[in-house]
């Protein structure tokens, strides 16, 4: 069955067949899953038909593989020949070399089955892509990847559509990486729940259109896999979100402080204190260098201003401990100064309770290139709760150039990492997922790596992903408001990993709800309207 409803979590391909084995063991067999996966196939392939031609006829030429996922590209046959559409079946191997479920379902097949290489695309309206499904774990060689080669050269040639089961093949379904060769399907059907894969680049461009199907796992079985990657929407984060209460104040919705940089380097500081009183903070207060006060006390209203012109300075704010939390990094300047800032900052929480909320962005980041080390000893020492915000070159400056066996570089940190070999192998993975996870374990902070998949992982395992963030994103001054914005969360009491799950989505909503042409200083402003339907829709009763 298909279903309208977006589930929240992602399965690994491991995990999703533990999904199959919990179903089969408890009683389902598992050529009825196929068969149910078959339909779910056929019924998308007749809408493609419908909306193509106008009609649902037309031939469909089915590429099967020697596993399961071929299992369900035979089921699949048998249904549309069922409907009365033209379908033909090819082969990747020999037919007598299929096993279990999948050779039920080419039993069961009542057509001829061609080899691979022999199926004709002439005159096909439709390929249905039955090859490889999520679990591939190499590249495709030989005549695997020739027969890929052929479907996406015939679908660019003719503008005729590939549709792909599970994933298109090629496609690893955990890390959304390519092995080698993929399809490229204008619609993909999955099952049960998406996969990592289906969200992170390239794999979401490469699956089209992902459709989820329903085929008899009891959401039941999540319990025992306990999933920890999650799509990156409301539900997600709407339990601990900061709603404005009735009998609420500005002294109570938190106070965030932002580090400008000097006199050249104003606007991405402004940036960041506008999204931060957008996004809710009570108060905002941007700390300047005496040269900028002028810069910014003429461009600011709401926000207010302190001097702040070395780390002294910054410690003797600190001490007020209403300001609970504080953004570092944009526009912050030279190396050598925004790491002094950034010490000062982190040994300035104490026995803070709550603790204070920390985002490091930008400037701090790349003060600390080549040191990851050395940062994860300060944040794990601050007791605070941390947000790092690298785009991909900012994370690469940071954990990819790291040296374990330098003298030194580990400190007293190794003992508080579990598997750090693993850990530092996982940081160069193809797998923008596992290398995020791995960067938040190594620092103990919260890890966002920015980009149209935006990963946000947690020292726990936790994980969100991002599905739906616009291309106008893309633009100079965005990330120091995306910054300001999860800082404003942080003012408000909004734990670590959902404030930085929620900033990533509020400020892809805002964009979308602006569209095309937006600039930095739009995002801010186009929060109030994403704010409206958010509360409209999740919190009615609590506003």
Not at 177 to 197: E, N
Not at 363 to 389: H, K, M, P, Y
């Amino acid at each position: 069955m298909m279903t309208s409803y977006d589930p929240l979590e992602l399965l690994t391909t491991a995990e999703m067949s533990a999904a199959d084995r919990l179903t089969i063991a408890s009683g389902a067999p598992g050529s009825y899953l196929m068969a149910q996966a078959g339909a779910a196939v056929a019924l998308e392939a007749e809408h493609m038909l419908g909306r193509a031609l106008g009609r649902r006829t037309g031939r469909i030429a089915i590429f099967c593989g020697p596993g399961n996922n071929g299992g369900d590209g035979f089921a699949a046959a048998e249904r549309l020949l069922a409907r009365g559409c033209q379908v033909e079946v090819g082969l990747l191997g020999p037919l007598e070399k299929l096993t279990g479920d999948a050779a039920l379902a080419a039993k069961a097949w009542r057509g001829p089955v061609s080899p691979i290489e022999a199926l004709s695309l002439d005159g096909v309206e439709l390929a249905i892509d039955a090859l490889f499904g999520a679990g591939l774990a190499r590249g495709l060689d030989g005549l695997a990847r020739e027969t890929v080669l052929r479907l996406n050269d015939w679908s660019a040639a003719t503008g005729r559509p590939v549709l792909a089961v599970d994933v298109p093949s090629g496609l690893d379904g955990s890390s959304g990486q390519v092995q080698g060769v993929a399809v490229k399907a204008k619609t993909t059907v999955t099952f049960f729940r998406r996969k990592p894969g289906h969200l992170l680049l390239p794999g979401r461009v490469l699956c089209g259109e992902t459709i989820l199907a329903q085929i008899g796992i009891s959401d039941e079985v999540l319990a025992l896999i306990a999933p920890r990657a999650m799509a990156n929407k409301p539900g997600l984060w709407s339990r601990v979100f900061p709603v404005p209460r009735v009998d609420g104040h500005k002294y109570t919705r938190g106070h965030a402080l932002i580090l400008s940089g000097g006199l050249a380097r104003t606007g991405a500081a402004r940036l960041a204190a506008r999204g931060a009183l957008r996004a809710g903070a009570g108060l905002v207060t941007v700390a300047t260098p005496a040269e900028a006060l002028a810069v910014h006390a003429g461009a600011l209203t709401a926000i207010m201003t302190l001097v702040c012109d070395d780390p002294n300075d910054l410690s003797k704010i600190l001490e007020d401990r209403r300001k609970n939390a504080v953004v570092a990094g944009p526009g912050l300047g030279g190396a050598a100064h925004a790491k002094a800032l950034v010490r000062a900052l982190l040994q300035s929480g104490g026995a803070m309770s709550p603790p204070r909320g920390i985002v490091l962005d930008a400037d701090v980041l790349t003060s600390f290139s080549g040191d990851a080390f050395g940062l994860a000893q300060e944040i794990r020492a601050s007791g605070a709760n941390v947000v790092l915000t690298p785009h991909e070159g900012e994370f690469a400056r940071l954990f990819g150039d790291i040296d374990p066996h330098r003298e030194g570089s580990w400190g007293d940190l190794q003992p508080q990492v579990d598997a750090p070999d693993a850990l530092l192998l996982a940081l160069s993975s193809a797998s923008k997922l596992e290398r995020v996870r791995a960067a938040s374990a190594l620092t103990g902070a919260v890890v966002l790596l920015k980009g149209p998949d935006t990963v946000v992982a947690a020292p726990d395992g936790r994980a969100s992903i991002a599905d739906d963030l616009p291309p106008w994103l893309a633009t100079a001054g965005s990330g120091d408001v995306l910054a300001g914005m999860i800082g404003g969360l942080l003012a408000q009491g909004t734990p670590a990993f959902e404030a930085a799950s929620a900033g990533v989505w509020l400020h892809g909503a805002a964009a979308r709800h602006f569209g095309p042409g937006l600039i930095a200083e739009d995002i801010p402003e186009s929060l109030p309207a994403v704010f409206r339907t958010l509360y409209e829709s999740f919190f009615a009763q609590q506003v």
